[in-house]
């Protein structure tokens, strides 16, 4: 895909909605980056390394934004993020070829879109805070630290609705958890791909504008205005129609 003017005005455009809508829930967007980038048929290696790269300035702006209004607990936290920093540096070392590498990101892309819609239907309450054992937040910090170095995202939307599934957590400390966990993976994944060989930069000046102006803003409002279930509707419709195209192509 030939980086033209035209081209990077509509993906930063797209990115700063892309920011906006995530970051309002705690998340930093990869899935949504690596969809947008998938529309335009952008090679794997740009695609992963970009969608990292926004992923670690969108969930800092996030993770500052919920920490800010209180609802980063730490207890939760941090046994997620001690397993899943090495096991996403071995995920962003794994070679992955094209054809596999668009399988695997539809699979996530559908996962992710479901995830939304479903959560977006739930009307159960906010559940209350149930701290889960070591043995179960250690392994699985691990397992989803592997697939997000893997495939170029930080975690959170295979992190989040377990938390809430598992009554760990209530939707904004969830929010939190996730902005941490994927700041902290997205950095251990982008070192993988450095160390593999597999880091891939183009023009990202204007996305990184696009994703910062969105990510302060729909942080914000996340955090202290609203919970966001029409926006998970949208989220999940976005991702399934591209994922559609990926298992498509």
């Not at 397992?143 to 809430?164: A, E, T």
């Amino acid at each position: 895909m030939e980086f033209s003017f035209p081209v990077i005005a509509i993906v930063s455009l797209l990115f700063l909605g892309v920011a906006f809508l995530y970051s309002s829930v705690g998340h930093g967007g990869a899935s949504g980056y690596l969809a947008v980038l998938s529309f335009f048929a952008f090679a794997p290696a740009f695609m992963s390394t970009t969608a990292l790269i926004l992923n670690i300035l969108v969930s800092a702006t996030a993770l500052i934004a919920f920490s800010k209004a209180k609802h980063l607990e730490l207890g939760l936290t941090w046994p997620f993020i001690v397993t899943s920093i090495p096991a996403a540096f071995l995920g962003g070392l794994v070679p992955v070829s094209p054809r596999v590498y668009q399988l695997i990101l539809a699979s996530v892309l559908l996962f992710a879109g479901l995830r939304f819609l479903l959560e977006a239907r739930s009307s159960k309450g906010e559940p209350a805070l149930r701290l889960p054992p070591l043995l179960i937040s250690l392994p699985v910090g691990a397992l989803v630290g592997f697939v997000s170095g893997l495939v170029g995202v930080g975690g959170g939307i295979f992190l989040s609705p377990l938390i809430l599934i598992m009554n760990w957590a209530d939707a904004k400390r969830t929010a939190a958890t996730s902005a941490a966990f994927i700041l902290v993976n997205s950095i251990s994944g982008i070192s993988g791909r450095v160390t593999a060989g597999t880091f891939a930069l183009g023009p990202l000046l204007p996305f990184l504008i696009a994703a910062f102006i969105g990510g302060l803003l729909g942080s914000h409002l996340g955090a202290v205005r609203y919970s966001g279930r029409t926006i998970r509707r949208l989220l999940g419709v976005v991702l399934l129609v591209a994922a559609a195209k990926l298992f498509v192509t």
